[in-house]
């Protein structure tokens, strides 16, 4: 049985203090890039409470008390109590739509006196809670029933379903990041690679929906032309015979070319679609006979892999039309079919041209034009990146991203050493989160990504966001601070 002599004292002693510097430095940082991306000729105090940057200096403050509060507490606290903290924040999740001002369309912010804070940030903490707490009862498996993966995935989807809700499709999405943590506590790759085919599938049908191939969008055609390369792949990994594979190319390469003579030199008008859904629907019974005749189930899964994704082809426009006109406006800029530099695509285009003009080494600190001129709106908060590219340059940005890259690298090898599955999850959840908000936030800064306001931790402006991965970072901290006390 596990003891533990917890004793407060010796929490310092054990704390990682190296992610604790990598943290302050971060913060740092953050209110310095903050002070200049707000920076006001009139009032140019960092201090004064009256600007972001005064403003943030005092959350950061807040936050760390919070997060000595965090390392005083007993760590055992955070196991025994991660289901009623989780149900509790569902209940604020669910009330919060009615509660909430409306903000840009959104109803995700509770006022609190002078202050008002985003529950959607602090249910990243108690989601990941959960997780680890349900990972660490006793006997449990995730691949030993299917039950396992239900309570897994209902912990992850029912925050998601209430914020979205709130029309916070942002934060929402953010808790997708901890199927990653399935991943490594025995989720099938191949669930991670159907979310990536399905991302692909996506993306290939709305960005040839517009031209036409054999009488039917080009998407379609890429698609299944993708969906063919994958089937034959799939056949030679589960039955390792180049006879299979070769039939599965011979075929899928015949008709093709025969449907291309037939459409282009011949003029026959050919049906397209009905030729691509005949080609695959052949494929999969020729594949579902040779596993009957050979015993080798495992050729079903390029099977089914097929037919889920030429169904989710043919579900990608209902999918899109179900998104907001400003949702479907960002997508169409990122993916280039639409150029609105004066609408959905202004932020990036000027985000874009602050950190392009930053150079190697930048203009220097508060010499940012673009920054200053205002030309970037949500300059502070979700478009801080550029900022940081505009004045510092090349060399600043790498420095950021470097400090990002020590953070999560050094949050994996605190995991790697946890004792207990408890610890080992939460710490990959916390992971997790981190990478999604790096990924993303930078990935929309730079017009890789759609604009959906994804902070980035620790620099972006807002109280929330950084008590959220404060209390994330801090749990952490005790958590590993007490591991050797455990035997």
């Known amino acids: 049985m596990a003891q533990q002599n917890d004793k407060s004292p010796s929490v310092f002693r054990h704390l990682d203090w190296v992610t604790v510097f990598i943290y302050l430095a971060m913060v740092l940082a953050g209110a310095v890039s903050i002070y200049a991306a707000s920076y006001d000729f009139d009032n140019a105090s960092i201090l004064s409470f009256d600007e972001f940057s005064g403003k943030q200096l005092r959350w950061i403050g807040l936050g760390l008390v919070l997060g000595f509060v965090v390392l005083l507490t007993d760590a055992r606290t955070y196991e025994t109590y991660a ?207 040779e596993a009957i005749k050979r015993h080798r189930s495992r050729l079903l899964i390029p099977v089914g892999t097929a037919a889920v994704a030429v169904g989710f082809m043919f579900s990608v426009g209902i999918a899109f039309g179900q998104l907001q006109p400003h949702q479907q406006q960002r997508i169409r800029v990122v993916l280039g079919i639409e150029e609105d530099l004066r609408g959905a695509g202004y932020n990036v285009n000027q985000s874009k041209i602050a950190i392009g003009s930053g150079g190697f080494s930048g203009k220097g600190f508060l010499n940012g034009t673009q920054t ?42 605190i995991a790697e050493r946890q004792p207990r599955p408890f610890g080992r999850v939460y710490a990959y959840c916390v992971a997790s989160y981190f990478i999604f908000h790096f990924c993303i936030n930078i990935g929309m800064v730079i017009g890789l990504c759609p604009v959906i306001g994804i902070p980035l931790p620790f620099f972006s402006y807002g109280g929330s966001s950084l008590w959220g991965f404060t209390l994330l970072l801090f749990i952490l901290l005790r958590l590993d601070a007490a591991r050797k006390s455990y035997s």
């Not at 959104?106 to 903490?125: D, H, N």
């Not at 914020?163 to 990653?180: D, H, V």
Request: with cysteine; glycine share 8%; charged share 10%.
């Open 83 to 289: 289901y009623p903290i989780y149900i509790v924040l569902l209940v604020v999740l669910i009330i919060t739509p009615f509660i909430a001002h409306d903000i840009k369309g959104s109803r995700s912010w509770i006022s609190l006196g002078p202050m008002s804070l985003q529950p959607a940030e602090f249910a990243k903490v108690a989601t990941a809670l959960a997780l680890a707490k349900l990972f660490s009862t006793y006997n449990f498996v995730l691949n030993a029933r299917m039950g396992n993966y239900v309570r897994a995935i209902l912990i992850i989807l029912l925050p998601i379903v209430f914020i979205l809700l709130q029309n916070e499709t942002g934060s929402a999405l953010t808790f997708l990041a901890l199927f990653f943590v399935l991943y490594r506590e025995g989720m099938s790759g191949l669930i991670l690679f159907a979310a990536a085919l399905a991302v692909v599938v996506f993306v290939v049908t709305i960005k040839f929906t517009d031209a036409a191939l054999m009488g039917v969008p080009a998407g379609e055609v890429v698609v299944v032309v993708l969906v063919m390369l994958i089937m034959s792949g799939m056949a030679f990994i589960y039955d390792r015979r180049l006879e299979l594979t070769r039939n599965l190319v011979i075929w899928f390469g015949g008709v093709l070319l025969v449907s291309w003579v037939l459409w282009g030199p011949c003029g026959v008008a050919v049906p397209g679609r009905a030729v691509l859904i005949g080609a695959v629907g052949v494929a999969c019974v020729y594949l579902v006979v």
């Open 372 to 413: 200053k001129l205002k030309y970037v709106p949500e300059q502070h908060t979700d478009f801080i990146f550029c900022t940081i590219g505009e004045e510092e340059g090349f060399l600043g940005a790498v420095a950021v991203v470097g400090l990002y890259l020590a953070l999560i690298l050094r949050i994996i090898a």
